[in-house]
């Protein structure tokens, strides 16, 4: 299966991701470039190249100061595949959510359980994609 790695910014506060985010899919760099990004916490990148057309979208749901603690980070990734005729052949998508449903989000934490997660997913790829459980 072809890998996909992301090439992540830092995130502090409010702000920004760059005005393109690069996908390394199966060894080739696909650049995606920043399509929305006005509304608050949530960002889409879109490519297209030849048959196939990429879009990472980012959201972000942030705890109001009111009784509600939940806190989510969702990134996904929705590929199209199209044939000569530009009908659609197929839509496969990728995603991952980054929760904190009680207490405050620790961030250090939450991160080494996000890279473990996809430090496994990784490896045992062949087998979700097998329908092993």
Known sequence: MPAI???W??????????STITLTVNGVAKVLSRITGSEPYQSKYWLEDG???????????????RGISKESHLVRLDVNTYDAD???????????VLEVSVGR???TTLGYYSDALA????ANEALILARES
């Open 105 to 107: 989000q620790d961030t």
């Open 9 to 18: 910014l830092t995130l502090e506060g409010k702000d920004m991701l760059s």
């Open 5 to 7: 790695t992301l090439a």
């Open 86 to 96: 530009n009908v659609l052949v197929r839509t496969q998508s990728v995603w991952t």
């Open 51 to 65: 048959l196939v057309e990429y879009l990472l979208s980012f959201k972000h749901t942030v705890p109001s100061k």
């Open 119 to 122: 430090a496994w997913i990784a």
